[in-house]
């Protein structure tokens, strides 16, 4: 059994900061391709960052690039998703799944995915 947890998500003003957390039961993430993905309300789910894709590269958003920044603890088996500089425009729900892989120019989670953390940005 694959069990993905997002935590760290609420509210914040714009030029807040937050640090996301992807936790997992039945796997090591460091074994695989781990990624965060939001959806922000009426658009389509997109790749925020993968550390390791299926490929071998990094994915990064343009939009997110020099703001936010993966990371991961390997002893505690925990993936990290720091966030710095938040505007109105990364209100979503964030993700964190496995199996990221680069299509075109998108980033998709092809394995497990967590339930999803949500990311307020309001003053």
């Known amino acids: 059994q694959v069990q993905i947890r997002e935590s760290g998500g609420g509210l914040v003003q714009p030029g807040g900061s937050l640090r996301l957390s992807c936790t997992a039961s039945?796997?090591?993430?460091?074994?695989?391709?781990v990624g965060w993905f939001r959806q922000a309300p009426g658009k389509e789910r997109e790749g925020v960052s993968c550390?390791?894709?299926?490929?071998?590269?990094?994915f990064i958003a343009d939009s997110v690039k020099g703001r936010f920044t993966i990371s991961k603890d390997n002893t505690k088996n925990i993936v990290y998703l720091q966030m710095n500089n938040l505007q109105p425009e990364d209100t979503a729900v964030y993700y964190c799944?496995?199996?990221?892989?680069?299509?075109?120019?998108?980033?998709?989670?092809?394995?497990?995915w967590g339930r999803g953390t949500q990311v307020t940005v309001s003053s």
């Open positions: 799944a496995t199996g990221c892989t680069v299509v075109g120019d998108r980033a998709r989670g092809l394995g497990s």
């Open positions: 550390g390791r894709t299926t490929g071998g590269g990094t």
């Open positions: 039945g796997i090591t993430l460091d074994n695989y391709s």
